[in-house]
């Protein structure tokens, strides 16, 4: 049951009608994580702008997605292990096994399991690196430009993973589901007696 409700796009109003609209233009239907970020018209553009500028950089799509499935895999959020896994698929051509081998930070192009170790590190430490840990990437191939978009990446996709783990957002892509389980029990509330 998720905790915060979707919103129907012809239901919308203001800002967030607008924003619905174009992501069905782009795309052809609006995902429900978008339909629910869409109570808030700020934070529902604040994402889009944030993912459709970091689409411009230097990383590429193909990077782009399998960032996102490391950082959701970390954060075991199976909404966007589903999105990403369906969109890396199907909309930028990655093969199942270097989808899959992603969660876990590994690539067979070492330039690219780089990224993916530097990603998991960063979720690892709360992001407090070391200089060992960002002369690693960089001795991988990634100038500092590069390594500070790894981070917009890492933080964006945690955002993501945080926002659809607080909504309980219901999948509305082929259902992926974390391998890894949290540090900690998430917990229903009981009332004492």
């Known amino acids: 049951m998720t905790h915060l409700q979707a919103l129907d796009p012809k239901e919308a109003t203001g800002r967030s009608r607008e924003l619905f609209e174009g992501i069905q233009a782009k795309l052809g239907m609006v995902p429900n994580m978008m339909k629910t970020m869409g109570n808030s018209s700020v934070v529902l553009e604040g994402y889009l702008n944030l993912s459709e500028i970091l689409g411009k950089g230097s990383l590429g799509g193909k990077l782009g997605e399998l960032l996102a499935l490391t950082v959701a895999e970390n954060n075991a959020c199976n909404y966007c292990l589903s999105a990403h896994s369906f969109i890396g698929e199907k909309l930028v051509g990655i093969d199942t096994e270097t989808l899959e081998t992603a969660r876990g930070?590994?690539?067979?192009?070492?330039?690219?399991?780089?990224?993916?170790?530097?990603?998991?590190?960063?979720?690892?430490?709360?992001?407090?690196?070391?200089?060992?840990?960002?002369?690693?990437?960089?001795?991988?191939?990634?100038?500092?430009?590069?390594?500070?978009?790894?981070?917009?990446h890492v933080a964006l996709n945690i955002f993501t993973n945080y926002f659809n783990n607080t909504a309980n957002t219901d999948i509305d892509f082929p259902e992926v589901k974390a391998k890894i389980k949290p540090d900690f029990p998430v917990a229903e509330a009981t009332l004492l007696k």
């Open 105 to 152: 930070a590994v690539n067979n192009d070492p330039k690219i399991a780089a990224a993916l170790q530097f990603a998991k590190t960063l979720i690892e430490k709360n992001g407090r690196v070391s200089a060992e840990d960002v002369d690693t990437v960089k001795a991988a191939g990634y100038s500092d430009g590069a390594v500070g978009e790894i981070v917009a």
